[in-house]
């Protein structure tokens, strides 16, 4: 069964480094979206993208943060300069189409800022 | 905007036992999608069950159903013959039916820690 797969599991980085969390999503999906949980809260939605451009964000989602799809495949959310508060658990998530209500989860990026 | 209330932030269930896990919702939508999601301690998002809201009958998979009261904005979720594998965080969440890839993003609960007893 295709599945959305994120890479990697566990991310360590120092305060003020640049990090990139990476998505593939299942192939002939059209809409993707980053979501965190910080430990012991809600899910809460961050950005989601779809026609290779941000269709709507969060104000969570502000300039530290940017998504791209460089080559087809790959999704990404890169945090330019981490800080403590960034620590969570990033899922990605991708839909088919409009006609499809269920979106598919990745297993999560943990990501522990230090 | 909308959102999804979670009223219960822990329940316990004996195993083989019923429990039913309790959402609300404010939207001043009359199409959308409401969800169940299943987080065990791996925090997997894994999809438990999904009601559209034009559809009257209640969803059922297995043994997890819905009770999903349209005008009250309230909908639960029901585990019968609870298992060990069942205890987990359990989510509700909201979705538009409206156009245009920015309406398909959810807005969650804070979510339901479930222990099930043996």
């Known amino acids: 069964e295709p599945e959305v797969t994120q890479t990697p599991s566990h991310q360590v980085t120092q305060m003020g480094q640049e990090v990139i969390l990476r998505c593939v999503p299942i192939?002939?999906?059209?809409?993707f979206y980053w979501y965190r949980q910080i430990l012991g809260q809600k899910v809460e939605f961050l950005v989601s993208?779809?026609?290779?451009?941000?269709?709507?964000k969060s104000e969570i989602f502000d300039d530290q943060f940017s998504v791209e799809r460089p080559d087809g495949s790959n999704f990404t959310l890169k945090i330019r300069s981490t800080k403590l508060e960034d620590s969570a658990m990033y899922f990605c998530?991708?839909?088919?189409?409009?006609?499809?209500?269920?979106?598919?989860f990745g297993q999560g990026t943990r990501l522990t800022v230090v | 905007a909308q959102t999804v209330t979670q009223s219960q932030p822990e329940m316990s269930v004996q195993e083989a036992e019923t429990v039913t896990l309790s959402c609300t919702y404010d939207?001043?939508?009359?199409?959308?999608?409401l969800f169940w999601y299943k987080q065990p301690p791996s925090r997997q998002m894994i999809l438990v069950i999904r009601?559209?809201?034009?559809?009257?009958q209640n969803a059922t998979e297995n043994r997890f159903s819905v009770n999903f009261q349209k005008a009250a904005k309230s909908f639960s979720l029901k585990i019968s013959d609870s298992q060990l594998g069942d205890a987990a965080m359990y989510f509700c969440?909201?979705?538009?039916?409206?156009?245009?890839?920015?309406?398909?993003?959810?807005?969650f609960g804070k979510g339901t820690l479930l222990t099930v007893n043996p």
């Open positions: 998530a991708s839909n088919p189409n409009r006609a499809n209500t269920e979106a598919f």
């Open positions: 192939s002939n999906h059209l809409y």
């Open positions: 993208f779809y026609n290779n451009e941000i269709s709507e």
């Open positions: 939207t001043s939508e009359s199409d959308y999608y």
């Open positions: 009601q559209e809201a034009y559809k009257q």
């Open positions: 969440a909201y979705r538009s039916a409206g156009s245009g890839g920015s309406n398909y993003k959810l807005t």
